[in-house]
């Protein structure tokens, strides 16, 4: 009776610790759509990349300013319709829990999501129009995943273990650089699907 | 087993007083109706257990304005956390 009390006193502890301090309503949707996206996305960067070419192994790049306006194109509107989706599967998300979408959580998370993001965004535009294209894939990927990293102390667990993931595979695309197309494809698009159907399994109850 | 009765802590008896230190564990600071969202609780019901809990010293407030209305951002002091994870070692040891 007395032990009852105190387990479900236990229990509350933990979900109001929990509910405070994360944001939870991560959906794994989200995930699966965005990582479809940037599968789409990277074809069609691939599309442009490598026409010229016989071989299909080893790519050494070479890109017009014609070409680089196509790409930062396809890169802008894969960017923008990933965070659709994942904006519109997230309030959804947070809608059948009943919780606010815009609270103190949400500002917490993206606020620390965004510092590494955005350092590594300006990075990569900086190297991009001085033409160090291939750093571009490896370090999109490596300041993803700090960005992860840092916002994992703010939602579910899961994302750590992604951005670490995300990070290892960027410091391989570093050294395989001519790959760098390829591993960005496995970091935004597979990890992505692999974890957004595992935690979609996980959570949807 | 009177030992470990001895430890638990009449002040966070209550549910609502209970979620209130339990935010402010893993949260530096919480305002009212941060408070009040999250514990589903009505003004009159959190603002009385506040009071309770910074008259044992264990909550502590600062207030400020934010676009003119004021705010109150409530803290856990150290004294509360201490007797808080104490409260919760005597739970787990009476589960044991």
């Not at chain 1, 991560?26 to 996305?41: D, E, K, P, T, Y």
């Not at chain 1, 965004?114 to 033409?131: H, N, S």
């Not at chain 1, 990890?191 to 979609?200: F, Q, V």
């Amino acid at each position: 009776m007395e032990k009852e009390k105190y387990l479900n006193d236990l229990r509350e502890i933990k979900d109001i610790m929990n509910r405070s301090s994360r944001f939870l309503s991560l959906s794994g949707l989200s995930g699966i759509s965005a990582g479809i996206l940037a599968l789409i996305g990277a074809f069609a960067a691939y599309q442009i990349v490598y026409t010229d070419q016989d071989y299909q192994s080893y790519g050494k790049v070479t890109i017009t300013p014609e070409s680089l306006t196509n790409l930062l194109i396809i890169a802008v509107v894969t960017l923008m319709l990933s965070v659709g989706t994942v904006i519109y599967f997230t309030t959804r998300e947070t809608r059948k829990r009943n919780q606010k979408i815009w609270d103190y959580q949400t500002r917490r998370l993206l606020i620390n999501l965004a510092i590494p993001l955005i350092t590594g965004g300006i990075l990569c535009l900086i190297l991009l129009f001085r033409g160090y294209i291939g750093l571009v894939a490896p370090l999109t990927l490596i300041f993803y995943g700090l960005a992860l990293v840092n916002a994992s102390k703010y939602t579910l667990d899961e994302i750590r273990s992604l951005g670490l993931a995300e990070i290892g595979l960027g410091l391989v695309a570093a050294h395989f650089i001519g790959f760098g197309l390829l591993f960005w494809s496995i970091g935004f698009g597979l990890l992505h699907i692999a974890y957004g159907i595992s935690m979609h399994l996980k959570y949807r109850s | 087993m009177k030992e470990i009765l001895k430890e638990l802590n009449k002040a966070f008896e209550n549910k609502v007083r209970l979620g209130i230190m339990s935010a402010l564990m893993v949260n530096d600071h919480l305002d009212f109706n941060s408070l009040k969202e999250l514990l589903d609780v009505t003004d009159g019901n959190l603002a009385s257990h506040l009071r309770s809990l910074e008259k044992s010293k264990y909550v502590t407030f600062k207030k400020e304005f934010l676009n003119r209305k004021p705010n109150t951002k409530y803290y856990a002091t150290t004294k509360g956390k201490e007797a808080f994870t104490r409260h919760i070692n005597a739970i787990e040891q009476l589960l044991k």
